[in-house]
């Protein structure tokens, strides 16, 4: 008896959370004054995106500090000589010396050797900004695909997804390294009697004011910087107004949220032998070379660029309609917002040494403004 009364109450309890459920206003699973549970539209998704490029925060593994120069072209250091009263006279001493120099034949074809282009003391290549630069995401377009499941004929949640569209990423200024500090000449000359005198004359000319801009890259050198594939699948509670079977059009709100998720991320061929330069440049200096580094020379690292956009997430809001052509068939049109931002990271690696030399650093404001036009079915 006492098992039997055991198994009625455990039967009891089984069907207790069905037959609840069943009489919720919220989730009935009877369709209640006639509306459909399921529906599933396709159509046209075009995304705007709204925000602006911001600027691009560079470091690399120039330490601030004294690297040597090594052999570099007396017009190399010439140029990068600050535009000042002080620099003016410092150079006017360099090209004495110098002029002496290619005189006696301790200058040959203008480049200031090792044994005498001393040491510079860089202080602006650890980090800096450059504030007019930056990247902007396109236009696109691609077919999206939106289900909903209704609670009751007023209130469901949508799942939006579509086929993931492959999105261009503009440019926007120039990137350059600032090339701020104090060269000093220093003479190592083993000249017998010539040297010994060279070396005097090398030491004297003193600290040389550096101030130059090198060039890095130009972000909109071509029509993309960058290209990504673009996962955005998203999840959105709405309001419908009307009723079903009485109103055909029947507009709705909704608010939500987004994911995004980027996959083959790549930059434009351009811009990424940039960044190759770039990491040439620092790897020169780290050398202690420099003068090699001012002047574009390739140093001994093997280089690779990296590129990546991290996910991120965003609210979303959503006005948008249906129009009924039938009890099944519908039309679908809507409007959606979604404050998005996201950062992305461009690294130059030598895979000689596996050390990073360059990282750039961007956040690309999205803040897409979504259109949406689709035929749906119920069900």
Known sequence: MKKRMLCIAVGIAATLPTISFAESPYFSLKDGDGFKRFSLSAGWLHAMPQGKPNGVNINTSVKKGDYAVGDVQLDTVTNAIANTKEGAAQKEKLLGVAKLGTTLGLIENGTLTSNMSGKANINSLESWNSADAGLKADNVDTLGIMANYFFTDNISLEFKAGIPPKVDIKGQGQINAPVLGIATPEGKLDTPII?????????????????????????????????????????????????????????????????????????????NQDLVAAGHMVQNVLDGKAGAALEGKTSSADLSVKVKADDAWAPMATLGATYDFNDRWFGVGSVTYAPMSGDAKITVVNNNTGKELIQANTKIDIDPLITYLGVGYRF
């Open 195 to 271: 040297g010994g005198i060279a070396n005097g004359l090398i030491n004297g000319i003193g600290g040389i004011p550096l101030d130059t801009q090198i060039p890095i890259t130009n972000l909109a050198q071509s029509k993309k910087a960058a290209s990504a594939t673009a996962w955005l699948p998203a999840a959105e509670l709405h309001y419908q107004f009307g009723k079903s079977g009485v109103n055909k059009f029947r507009p709705y709100i909704g608010v939500g949220v987004m994911y995004a998720h980027f996959t083959n991320v790549k930059l434009d061929s351009g811009i």
